[in-house]
Protein backbone atom coordinates (compact mmCIF):
# COMPACT_ATOMS: atom_id res chain seq x y z
CA UNK A 1 0.00 0.00 0.00
CA UNK A 2 1.24 3.79 -0.60
CA UNK A 3 1.64 4.50 3.35
CA UNK A 4 4.87 2.80 3.89
CA UNK A 5 6.62 4.16 0.93
CA UNK A 6 5.14 7.55 0.01
CA UNK A 7 7.07 9.31 2.60
CA UNK A 8 10.55 7.30 1.61
CA UNK A 9 10.35 8.25 -2.46
CA UNK A 10 10.33 12.73 -2.50
CA UNK A 11 11.91 12.04 -5.80
CA UNK A 12 10.80 9.36 -7.40
CA UNK A 13 7.78 10.90 -9.26
CA UNK A 14 9.84 13.89 -10.38
CA UNK A 15 10.61 12.72 -13.72
CA UNK A 16 8.98 9.20 -14.61
CA UNK A 17 7.09 10.13 -17.72
CA UNK A 18 3.17 8.98 -17.56
CA UNK A 19 1.09 9.77 -20.82
CA UNK A 20 4.02 12.10 -22.19
CA UNK A 21 3.98 14.39 -19.36
CA UNK A 22 6.19 13.64 -15.95
CA UNK A 23 4.44 13.40 -12.41
CA UNK A 24 5.97 17.11 -11.78
CA UNK A 25 4.08 18.28 -14.85
CA UNK A 26 0.49 16.63 -13.37
CA UNK A 27 0.75 18.78 -10.09
CA UNK A 28 2.10 21.60 -11.84
CA UNK A 29 -0.27 22.36 -15.12
CA UNK A 30 -3.47 21.84 -13.00
CA UNK A 31 -3.47 24.81 -11.04
CA UNK A 32 -1.74 27.76 -10.98
CA UNK A 33 1.30 28.32 -8.73
CA UNK A 34 0.21 30.24 -5.12
CA UNK A 35 1.95 33.07 -4.73
CA UNK A 36 5.55 31.91 -2.87
CA UNK A 37 5.04 33.24 0.35
CA UNK A 38 2.10 30.77 0.50
CA UNK A 39 3.76 28.19 -0.13
CA UNK A 40 6.14 27.14 3.20
CA UNK A 41 8.78 24.91 3.23
CA UNK A 42 5.98 22.35 4.71
CA UNK A 43 4.21 23.01 1.31
CA UNK A 44 7.08 22.07 -0.19
CA UNK A 45 7.63 19.14 1.65
CA UNK A 46 3.75 18.29 1.31
CA UNK A 47 4.26 18.78 -2.81
CA UNK A 48 7.25 16.16 -3.00
CA UNK A 49 4.69 13.58 -0.87
CA UNK A 50 2.46 14.47 -3.61
CA UNK A 51 4.69 13.23 -6.32
CA UNK A 52 5.91 10.24 -4.28
CA UNK A 53 2.46 9.30 -3.89
CA UNK A 54 1.38 9.79 -7.83
CA UNK A 55 4.56 7.80 -8.76
CA UNK A 56 3.10 4.80 -6.67
CA UNK A 57 -0.80 5.22 -7.61
CA UNK A 58 0.73 5.02 -11.33
CA UNK A 59 2.14 2.12 -10.90
CA UNK A 60 -0.88 0.48 -10.00
CA UNK A 61 -3.12 -1.28 -12.36
CA UNK A 62 -6.23 -2.46 -10.57
CA UNK A 63 -8.54 0.43 -10.21
CA UNK A 64 -9.68 -0.79 -6.93
CA UNK A 65 -6.14 -0.51 -5.53
CA UNK A 66 -5.71 3.03 -7.51
CA UNK A 67 -8.78 4.59 -5.50
CA UNK A 68 -7.64 2.90 -2.05
CA UNK A 69 -4.25 4.24 -2.75
CA UNK A 70 -5.39 8.17 -3.82
CA UNK A 71 -8.05 7.85 -1.00
CA UNK A 72 -4.99 6.90 1.53
CA UNK A 73 -2.97 9.86 -0.07
CA UNK A 74 -5.50 12.79 1.00
CA UNK A 75 -4.53 11.38 4.54
CA UNK A 76 -1.11 11.17 3.50
CA UNK A 77 -1.20 14.75 2.82
CA UNK A 78 -2.65 15.84 6.22
CA UNK A 79 -6.34 15.27 6.16
CA UNK A 80 -7.93 12.60 8.84
CA UNK A 81 -10.47 11.00 6.86
CA UNK A 82 -11.00 11.29 2.69
CA UNK A 83 -13.37 9.56 1.07
CA UNK A 84 -13.75 8.85 -2.80
CA UNK A 85 -16.55 8.86 -4.72
CA UNK A 86 -16.74 8.26 -8.77
CA UNK A 87 -18.84 8.51 -11.06
CA UNK A 88 -21.03 5.17 -12.12
CA UNK A 89 -23.90 5.67 -14.50
CA UNK A 90 -26.01 8.31 -13.23
CA UNK A 91 -24.65 8.51 -9.71
CA UNK A 92 -21.68 8.91 -7.29
CA UNK A 93 -20.57 5.39 -6.07
CA UNK A 94 -18.19 5.11 -3.23
CA UNK A 95 -15.11 3.86 -4.46
CA UNK A 96 -12.74 4.28 -1.42
CA UNK A 97 -12.24 5.82 1.95
CA UNK A 98 -9.90 6.15 4.70
CA UNK A 99 -9.64 5.15 7.38
CA UNK A 100 -11.26 1.89 5.98
CA UNK A 101 -12.71 0.79 9.36
CA UNK A 102 -13.53 3.64 11.43
CA UNK A 103 -15.46 5.32 8.59
CA UNK A 104 -17.17 2.44 7.53
CA UNK A 105 -18.19 1.78 11.26
CA UNK A 106 -19.79 4.72 11.52
CA UNK A 107 -21.66 4.79 8.24
CA UNK A 108 -22.95 1.24 9.51
CA UNK A 109 -24.02 2.57 12.91
CA UNK A 110 -25.24 5.83 11.47
CA UNK A 111 -27.47 4.47 8.60
CA UNK A 112 -27.55 0.36 9.10
CA UNK A 113 -26.21 0.11 5.87
CA UNK A 114 -22.42 -0.75 4.85
CA UNK A 115 -20.83 2.03 3.20
CA UNK A 116 -18.91 0.44 -0.01
CA UNK A 117 -22.89 -0.11 -1.17
CA UNK A 118 -23.44 3.62 -1.38
CA UNK A 119 -24.33 5.32 -4.48
CA UNK A 120 -25.80 8.86 -4.86
CA UNK A 121 -28.22 9.74 -7.24
CA UNK A 122 -27.24 12.94 -9.57
CA UNK A 123 -30.73 14.08 -9.56
CA UNK A 124 -30.00 14.84 -5.70
CA UNK A 125 -29.00 18.44 -6.28
CA UNK A 126 -29.65 19.81 -2.97
CA UNK A 127 -26.90 16.96 -1.87
CA UNK A 128 -23.66 18.78 -1.33
CA UNK A 129 -21.36 16.36 -2.87
CA UNK A 130 -23.33 16.33 -5.89
CA UNK A 131 -23.61 20.09 -5.61
CA UNK A 132 -19.68 20.20 -5.52
CA UNK A 133 -19.60 17.70 -8.79
CA UNK A 134 -21.99 19.73 -10.86
CA UNK A 135 -20.21 23.19 -10.41
CA UNK A 136 -16.55 21.74 -9.69
CA UNK A 137 -15.90 23.90 -6.98
CA UNK A 138 -14.34 22.93 -4.04
CA UNK A 139 -16.75 23.56 -0.83
CA UNK A 140 -14.82 24.83 2.52
CA UNK A 141 -15.88 23.41 6.22
CA UNK A 142 -15.05 25.23 9.23
CA UNK A 143 -15.25 22.80 11.74
CA UNK A 144 -16.64 19.51 12.69
CA UNK A 145 -19.87 20.86 13.21
CA UNK A 146 -20.00 21.71 10.03
CA UNK A 147 -18.58 18.68 8.57
CA UNK A 148 -20.75 17.24 10.96
CA UNK A 149 -23.73 19.05 9.13
CA UNK A 150 -22.64 17.67 5.76
CA UNK A 151 -22.52 14.74 6.42
CA UNK A 152 -25.25 14.26 7.73
CA UNK A 153 -27.14 16.07 4.75
CA UNK A 154 -25.14 13.97 2.59
CA UNK A 155 -26.01 10.63 3.51
CA UNK A 156 -28.99 11.27 5.71
CA UNK A 157 -27.52 9.61 8.40
CA UNK A 158 -29.37 9.10 12.07
CA UNK A 159 -29.10 12.61 14.27
CA UNK A 160 -28.99 10.40 16.90
CA UNK A 161 -24.75 9.81 16.12
CA UNK A 162 -23.94 13.87 15.87
CA UNK A 163 -22.09 14.07 18.79
CA UNK A 164 -20.19 10.91 17.22
CA UNK A 165 -19.71 12.08 14.29
CA UNK A 166 -18.23 15.30 15.52
CA UNK A 167 -15.85 13.52 18.03
CA UNK A 168 -14.55 11.15 15.34
CA UNK A 169 -14.40 14.31 12.83
CA UNK A 170 -11.71 15.85 15.27
CA UNK A 171 -10.16 18.36 13.06
CA UNK A 172 -11.05 21.90 12.92
CA UNK A 173 -12.20 22.11 8.89
CA UNK A 174 -12.95 20.13 5.72
CA UNK A 175 -13.49 20.03 2.27
CA UNK A 176 -15.06 18.80 -0.43
CA UNK A 177 -13.10 18.77 -3.42
CA UNK A 178 -14.00 18.27 -7.76
CA UNK A 179 -12.05 15.49 -9.28
CA UNK A 180 -12.15 17.47 -12.38
CA UNK A 181 -10.21 16.25 -15.53
CA UNK A 182 -10.19 19.24 -18.50
CA UNK A 183 -13.72 20.55 -17.91
CA UNK A 184 -15.40 16.94 -17.19
CA UNK A 185 -15.81 15.56 -13.28
CA UNK A 186 -15.02 12.56 -12.65
CA UNK A 187 -16.18 12.45 -9.20
CA UNK A 188 -15.34 14.41 -5.71
CA UNK A 189 -13.16 13.94 -2.60
CA UNK A 190 -14.59 14.55 0.76
CA UNK A 191 -11.83 15.26 3.50
CA UNK A 192 -11.63 16.17 7.30
CA UNK A 193 -8.41 18.71 8.40
CA UNK A 194 -6.81 18.27 11.80
CA UNK A 195 -5.91 21.93 11.58
CA UNK A 196 -7.16 25.36 10.09
CA UNK A 197 -7.08 25.02 6.04
CA UNK A 198 -5.02 27.74 4.75
CA UNK A 199 -4.69 29.19 1.09
CA UNK A 200 -1.44 26.69 0.45
CA UNK A 201 -3.05 23.48 2.04
CA UNK A 202 -5.78 23.68 0.17
CA UNK A 203 -3.90 24.38 -3.23
CA UNK A 204 -2.01 21.48 -2.43
CA UNK A 205 -5.31 19.55 -1.71
CA UNK A 206 -6.64 20.91 -4.90
CA UNK A 207 -3.24 19.76 -6.94
CA UNK A 208 -3.48 16.23 -5.35
CA UNK A 209 -7.21 16.27 -6.56
CA UNK A 210 -6.92 17.06 -10.02
CA UNK A 211 -3.58 15.25 -10.30
CA UNK A 212 -5.76 11.90 -8.91
CA UNK A 213 -8.32 12.81 -11.58
CA UNK A 214 -6.26 12.71 -14.29
CA UNK A 215 -4.30 9.39 -13.32
CA UNK A 216 -8.18 8.19 -12.21
CA UNK A 217 -9.10 8.94 -15.81
CA UNK A 218 -6.76 7.24 -17.49
CA UNK A 219 -6.25 3.95 -15.35
CA UNK A 220 -10.31 3.78 -16.02
CA UNK A 221 -9.72 4.29 -19.83
CA UNK A 222 -6.97 1.86 -20.11
CA UNK A 223 -9.25 -0.84 -18.39
CA UNK A 224 -11.91 0.28 -20.58
CA UNK A 225 -10.47 -0.75 -23.49
CA UNK A 226 -8.68 -3.55 -21.65
CA UNK A 227 -12.63 -4.90 -21.64
CA UNK A 228 -13.38 -3.96 -25.19
CA UNK A 229 -10.49 -5.75 -26.62
CA UNK A 230 -11.09 -8.94 -24.26
CA UNK A 231 -14.42 -8.72 -25.39
CA UNK A 232 -13.59 -8.37 -28.91
CA UNK A 233 -11.03 -11.43 -29.24
CA UNK A 234 -13.88 -13.56 -27.07
CA UNK A 235 -15.99 -12.68 -30.20
CA UNK A 236 -13.83 -13.42 -32.50
CA UNK A 237 -13.02 -16.40 -30.74
CA UNK A 238 -16.39 -17.56 -30.95
CA UNK A 239 -16.59 -16.64 -34.28
CA UNK A 240 -14.18 -18.55 -35.21
CA UNK A 241 -15.26 -21.88 -33.49
CA UNK A 242 -18.89 -21.09 -35.30
CA UNK A 243 -17.25 -20.94 -38.74
CA UNK A 244 -14.88 -24.15 -37.80
CA UNK A 245 -18.29 -26.23 -36.45
CA UNK A 246 -19.89 -25.12 -39.89
CA UNK A 247 -17.33 -26.43 -42.18
CA UNK A 248 -17.30 -29.24 -40.35
CA UNK A 249 -21.33 -29.70 -40.44
CA UNK A 250 -20.56 -29.11 -44.48
CA UNK A 251 -17.92 -31.59 -44.34
CA UNK A 252 -20.11 -34.14 -42.31
CA UNK A 253 -22.96 -33.37 -44.92
CA UNK A 254 -20.91 -33.63 -48.12
CA UNK A 255 -19.37 -37.40 -46.45
CA UNK A 256 -22.76 -38.39 -45.66
CA UNK A 257 -24.37 -38.48 -49.14
CA UNK A 258 -21.13 -39.73 -50.63
CA UNK A 259 -21.91 -42.41 -47.84
CA UNK A 260 -25.38 -43.04 -48.83
CA UNK A 261 -24.38 -43.75 -52.52
CA UNK A 262 -21.41 -45.86 -51.98
CA UNK A 263 -23.26 -47.40 -49.36
CA UNK A 264 -26.53 -48.25 -52.11
CA UNK A 265 -24.00 -49.40 -54.82
CA UNK A 266 -22.05 -51.85 -52.71
CA UNK A 267 -24.99 -53.45 -51.42
CA UNK A 268 -26.80 -54.74 -54.80
CA UNK A 269 -23.59 -56.71 -55.71
CA UNK A 270 -23.29 -57.59 -52.46
CA UNK A 271 -26.94 -59.08 -52.24
CA UNK A 272 -25.95 -60.93 -55.96
CA UNK A 273 -22.77 -62.56 -54.13
CA UNK A 274 -24.90 -64.01 -51.43
CA UNK A 275 -27.14 -65.22 -53.15
CA UNK A 276 -24.75 -67.03 -55.52
CA UNK A 277 -23.18 -68.09 -52.67
CA UNK A 278 -26.00 -69.93 -51.36
CA UNK A 279 -26.45 -71.63 -54.49
CA UNK A 280 -22.68 -73.21 -54.85
CA UNK A 281 -23.46 -74.52 -51.38
CA UNK A 282 -25.65 -76.49 -52.80
CA UNK A 283 -23.15 -77.88 -55.84
CA UNK A 284 -19.41 -77.96 -53.64
CA UNK A 285 -18.83 -81.14 -51.69
CA UNK A 286 -18.91 -80.42 -48.32
CA UNK A 287 -15.08 -81.13 -47.08
CA UNK A 288 -12.83 -79.47 -44.64
CA UNK A 289 -11.05 -77.05 -47.01
CA UNK A 290 -14.37 -76.27 -48.71
CA UNK A 291 -16.22 -75.55 -45.07
CA UNK A 292 -13.17 -73.24 -44.01
CA UNK A 293 -12.96 -71.76 -47.31
CA UNK A 294 -17.27 -71.02 -47.63
CA UNK A 295 -17.24 -69.64 -43.66
CA UNK A 296 -14.39 -67.36 -44.90
CA UNK A 297 -16.48 -65.94 -47.59
CA UNK A 298 -19.42 -65.51 -45.18
CA UNK A 299 -17.89 -64.01 -42.20
CA UNK A 300 -16.21 -61.02 -44.51
CA UNK A 301 -19.84 -60.76 -46.48
CA UNK A 302 -21.15 -59.85 -43.00
CA UNK A 303 -18.56 -57.36 -42.30
CA UNK A 304 -19.07 -55.48 -45.39
CA UNK A 305 -22.91 -55.39 -44.63
CA UNK A 306 -21.93 -54.04 -41.16
CA UNK A 307 -20.20 -51.40 -42.97
CA UNK A 308 -23.20 -50.55 -45.56
CA UNK A 309 -24.85 -50.39 -41.91
CA UNK A 310 -22.50 -48.03 -40.66
CA UNK A 311 -22.25 -46.35 -43.64
CA UNK A 312 -26.25 -45.53 -44.27
CA UNK A 313 -25.97 -45.08 -40.25
CA UNK A 314 -24.52 -42.09 -40.75
CA UNK A 315 -25.43 -41.02 -43.45
CA UNK A 316 -29.31 -41.23 -42.78
CA UNK A 317 -31.33 -37.62 -40.82
CA UNK A 318 -31.66 -38.58 -37.42
CA UNK A 319 -35.38 -39.21 -36.65
CA UNK A 320 -35.44 -39.75 -33.07
CA UNK A 321 -38.15 -42.16 -31.84
CA UNK A 322 -38.38 -41.63 -27.56
CA UNK A 323 -39.38 -44.86 -26.23
CA UNK A 324 -39.70 -45.45 -22.24
CA UNK A 325 -36.49 -48.36 -21.33
CA UNK A 326 -35.74 -49.56 -18.93
CA UNK A 327 -31.77 -48.88 -18.44
CA UNK A 328 -31.14 -52.74 -17.49
CA UNK A 329 -32.93 -54.45 -20.19
CA UNK A 330 -31.23 -52.03 -22.95
CA UNK A 331 -27.97 -53.16 -21.62
CA UNK A 332 -28.90 -56.79 -21.71
CA UNK A 333 -30.06 -56.68 -25.38
CA UNK A 334 -26.93 -54.87 -26.36
CA UNK A 335 -24.94 -57.63 -24.71
CA UNK A 336 -26.75 -60.30 -26.51
CA UNK A 337 -26.13 -58.65 -30.33
CA UNK A 338 -22.69 -57.85 -29.75
CA UNK A 339 -22.27 -61.80 -28.48
CA UNK A 340 -23.98 -62.76 -31.72
CA UNK A 341 -21.52 -61.09 -33.65
CA UNK A 342 -19.07 -63.29 -35.13
CA UNK A 343 -15.23 -61.46 -33.19
CA UNK A 344 -12.10 -62.33 -33.57
CA UNK A 345 -10.37 -65.14 -31.22
CA UNK A 346 -9.00 -64.85 -28.29
CA UNK A 347 -11.50 -61.49 -27.45
CA UNK A 348 -12.48 -60.69 -24.04
CA UNK A 349 -15.94 -61.83 -22.51
CA UNK A 350 -18.77 -59.08 -21.45
CA UNK A 351 -20.33 -58.55 -18.12
CA UNK A 352 -22.81 -56.45 -16.89
CA UNK A 353 -22.10 -55.21 -13.49
CA UNK A 354 -25.39 -55.37 -11.65
CA UNK A 355 -25.24 -52.88 -9.21
CA UNK A 356 -28.55 -50.75 -7.25
CA UNK A 357 -31.62 -49.68 -9.82
CA UNK A 358 -31.62 -47.13 -11.35
CA UNK A 359 -33.88 -45.26 -13.58
CA UNK A 360 -35.35 -45.52 -17.09
CA UNK A 361 -34.47 -43.46 -20.25
CA UNK A 362 -36.33 -42.11 -22.94
CA UNK A 363 -34.53 -42.79 -25.88
CA UNK A 364 -34.50 -43.98 -29.62
CA UNK A 365 -34.24 -47.69 -28.50
CA UNK A 366 -32.90 -48.93 -31.43
CA UNK A 367 -30.53 -45.89 -32.26
CA UNK A 368 -28.99 -46.44 -28.54
CA UNK A 369 -28.87 -49.92 -29.17
CA UNK A 370 -26.99 -49.97 -31.58
CA UNK A 371 -24.61 -47.38 -30.51
CA UNK A 372 -24.19 -49.87 -27.49
CA UNK A 373 -23.12 -52.44 -29.15
CA UNK A 374 -20.50 -50.38 -31.53
CA UNK A 375 -19.05 -49.23 -27.92
CA UNK A 376 -19.32 -53.59 -26.86
CA UNK A 377 -17.62 -54.29 -29.72
CA UNK A 378 -14.49 -52.03 -29.92
CA UNK A 379 -13.96 -52.25 -26.09
CA UNK A 380 -14.42 -56.63 -27.06
CA UNK A 381 -12.05 -56.13 -29.67
CA UNK A 382 -9.53 -54.12 -27.87
CA UNK A 383 -9.55 -57.06 -25.08
CA UNK A 384 -6.76 -59.70 -25.15
CA UNK A 385 -7.82 -63.38 -24.03
CA UNK A 386 -8.49 -63.51 -20.35
CA UNK A 387 -9.85 -59.83 -20.33
CA UNK A 388 -12.68 -58.24 -19.32
CA UNK A 389 -15.15 -55.51 -20.89
CA UNK A 390 -17.31 -54.74 -18.04
CA UNK A 391 -20.63 -52.84 -18.66
CA UNK A 392 -23.04 -50.94 -16.05
CA UNK A 393 -25.44 -48.22 -15.53
CA UNK A 394 -25.92 -45.65 -12.03
CA UNK A 395 -27.32 -42.42 -11.36
CA UNK A 396 -25.80 -39.23 -10.06
CA UNK A 397 -26.68 -35.86 -9.18
CA UNK A 398 -24.93 -32.98 -11.16
CA UNK A 399 -25.86 -29.34 -9.82
CA UNK A 400 -29.07 -30.50 -8.94
CA UNK A 401 -29.66 -32.57 -12.00
CA UNK A 402 -30.23 -36.19 -12.34
CA UNK A 403 -28.64 -38.10 -14.83
CA UNK A 404 -28.41 -42.10 -15.46
CA UNK A 405 -24.44 -43.07 -16.62
CA UNK A 406 -24.29 -45.80 -18.96
CA UNK A 407 -20.18 -47.41 -18.37
CA UNK A 408 -18.35 -49.12 -20.82
CA UNK A 409 -14.74 -50.60 -19.69
CA UNK A 410 -12.12 -52.82 -21.08
CA UNK A 411 -8.50 -53.60 -19.96
CA UNK A 412 -7.50 -53.53 -23.48
CA UNK A 413 -4.55 -51.25 -24.69
CA UNK A 414 -5.98 -48.20 -24.68
CA UNK A 415 -5.93 -45.37 -26.83
CA UNK A 416 -2.86 -43.41 -28.03
CA UNK A 417 -3.05 -40.03 -26.69
CA UNK A 418 -2.01 -38.51 -29.49
CA UNK A 419 -5.36 -40.43 -31.39
CA UNK A 420 -7.90 -38.72 -28.39
CA UNK A 421 -8.56 -35.98 -30.11
CA UNK A 422 -9.55 -37.36 -33.47
CA UNK A 423 -11.68 -40.28 -33.11
CA UNK A 424 -14.97 -38.23 -33.57
CA UNK A 425 -14.27 -37.60 -36.93
CA UNK A 426 -15.70 -39.61 -39.34
CA UNK A 427 -13.53 -42.39 -41.09
CA UNK A 428 -10.19 -42.20 -38.66
CA UNK A 429 -9.47 -45.40 -37.70
CA UNK A 430 -6.01 -46.96 -36.21
CA UNK A 431 -7.49 -50.85 -36.92
CA UNK A 432 -6.99 -53.03 -39.98
CA UNK A 433 -10.52 -53.73 -40.06
CA UNK A 434 -13.36 -51.35 -39.75
CA UNK A 435 -14.00 -47.57 -41.77
CA UNK A 436 -14.15 -45.40 -38.61
CA UNK A 437 -17.62 -44.73 -38.42
CA UNK A 438 -18.44 -46.17 -35.05
CA UNK A 439 -17.94 -43.73 -32.49
CA UNK A 440 -19.42 -40.87 -34.64
CA UNK A 441 -22.61 -42.75 -34.74
CA UNK A 442 -22.60 -43.21 -31.24
CA UNK A 443 -21.95 -39.83 -30.63
CA UNK A 444 -24.47 -39.24 -32.47
CA UNK A 445 -27.10 -41.46 -30.95
CA UNK A 446 -26.48 -40.47 -27.66
CA UNK A 447 -26.36 -36.49 -28.78
CA UNK A 448 -29.59 -36.89 -30.06
CA UNK A 449 -31.52 -38.62 -27.12
CA UNK A 450 -30.11 -35.37 -24.98
CA UNK A 451 -27.09 -37.36 -23.48
CA UNK A 452 -23.61 -36.67 -23.29
CA UNK A 453 -20.29 -38.93 -24.52
CA UNK A 454 -17.20 -39.25 -23.02
CA UNK A 455 -13.61 -41.64 -23.57
CA UNK A 456 -11.00 -41.69 -20.55
CA UNK A 457 -8.46 -44.11 -21.89
CA UNK A 458 -4.73 -44.70 -20.66
CA UNK A 459 -2.53 -46.15 -22.57
CA UNK A 460 -1.67 -49.67 -21.31
CA UNK A 461 -4.59 -50.19 -19.23
CA UNK A 462 -7.55 -49.83 -20.95
CA UNK A 463 -10.46 -47.54 -22.08
CA UNK A 464 -13.55 -46.72 -19.90
CA UNK A 465 -16.34 -45.02 -22.16
CA UNK A 466 -19.50 -43.14 -20.21
CA UNK A 467 -23.00 -42.18 -21.79
CA UNK A 468 -24.61 -39.65 -19.71
CA UNK A 469 -28.32 -39.97 -20.31
CA UNK A 470 -31.39 -37.86 -18.71
CA UNK A 471 -34.04 -40.24 -16.32
CA UNK A 472 -37.71 -40.60 -17.26
CA UNK A 473 -39.95 -38.57 -15.54
CA UNK A 474 -43.47 -39.26 -14.69
CA UNK A 475 -45.47 -37.62 -18.04
CA UNK A 476 -42.75 -39.52 -20.31
Known sequence: MVAGKCRQGTAIGANVMFGGLSKRDFVTHQAPEPPTDVL??????????????LDQVAQLSEIDEVTRAIAHGFVEIGAVMA?????????????????EQVVADLYRLGTGQEFSELTIPLDEHDNPYVAVYRSREPKLLGGPEEVADLLFATFHGDPAIRPLVIEAAHGKAGAVLPLVVGDQAVGIAGIDYADDLTEGDLHLFNIFASSAATLLNFKRDIVSREAILADLEQALDNERKTRAELNRAERLAALGEMSAVVAHEIRNPLAVIRNSLSSLKRHLTDCGQTRLLRGIVDEET??????IDDMLAFSSPLEIRGTRIDTAELIDGAIVLAAQQALQSGAGKIVHQQGKSVPHVVVDARRLTHALVNLLVNARQATEQGGTVSVGASCFDEEGRQWVRITVCDTGAGIDPAHLSQIWDPFYTTKATG???GLVIVKRAVDACGGRLAVDSVSGRGTTVTLDLPPATDDD
Open 435 to 437: IGL
Open 83 to 99: VLMVRDGEGLKVAAWWP
Open 40 to 53: SSRGRSKRETILAI
Open 302 to 307: RRIERI
